[in-house]
């Protein structure tokens, strides 16, 4: 039943070291979507991919890259961690978007990440 | 700029009581409103969504919201809370009708004592 799955739920990496969180969805979605949730913050919007197309947000760090080789998945790639990326990643889907397009996000249960 | 608020950052209830969430929003446009659960250590759960029509609409786990135009709001109702509920809780506000992104509220964090 999983729709949109995330692995691992927990992550521990060392400062500077990189890292990869991975998500996959079993919903054929064209829309995947990355954000970053710091503690008692709401969800922060990263970047997103409209099938191939990769879409950054102007304040997104360049220490965040991700990779969509099919439908299916999209990772997030953080280059070298700082102390103040340690948050709750979550990745979403949705079907498509358009004008009038009654979409809605679906996400995935986050990966925690821990930078020591 | 787009902007959503949610002025309280934390509420307490009693099991069995009612509950109004407020949401309010800032968009020059019509605008597609959304409320979402966060259980502790868990992704988001879509309760609701208004995109156009009738402005009260019916979610799942007994919650409604109500879209009111005139005072930018989109408030989440629950006539009777179960401890269950207890969560954090964001609206949040569809920005650009070319493609699906959202802009989320600060959130809510509800507490219910038995």
């Known amino acids: 039943d999983a729709m949109v799955i995330q692995n691992p739920r927990y992550q521990v990496t060392q400062f500077g070291k990189p890292v990869t969180l991975s998500c996959s969805q079993t919903l054929n979605h064209n829309v995947m979507y990355w954000y970053q949730q710091k503690s008692s913050q709401a969800p922060k919007l990263l970047f997103h991919y409209y099938d191939k197309d990769f879409n950054n947000e102007a304040d997104t760090p360049d220490n965040f890259q991700s990779r969509r080789p099919n439908t299916s998945f999209c990772f997030l790639d953080i280059r070298s961690p700082g102390l103040g990326d340690a948050a709750m990643y979550l990745c979403a889907t949705s079907r498509d978007f358009g004008s009038g397009a009654e979409e809605t996000q679906y996400f995935g249960p986050g990966t925690r990440l821990l930078v020591l | 700029a787009q902007s959503v608020t949610q002025p309280d950052i934390h509420i307490t209830v009693s099991e069995g009581a009612s509950l109004e969430l407020r949401c309010n929003y800032s968009y020059g446009a019509t605008p597609y409103l959304f409320w979402y659960v966060q259980s502790p250590g868990q992704g988001l759960q879509l309760l609701l969504k208004y995109f156009s029509g009738d402005t009260l609409v019916q979610g799942i786990k007994g919650f409604e919201a109500e879209f009111k135009r005139s005072q930018s709001s989109f408030n989440l109702r629950k006539p009777s809370v179960h401890w269950s509920d207890a969560a954090e809780y964001f609206c949040?506000?569809?920005?650009?009708?070319?493609?699906?992104?959202?802009?989320f509220g600060p959130g809510t964090s509800l507490s219910v004592i038995p």
């Open positions: 949040a506000v569809g920005v650009d009708p070319s493609y699906d992104k959202v802009i």
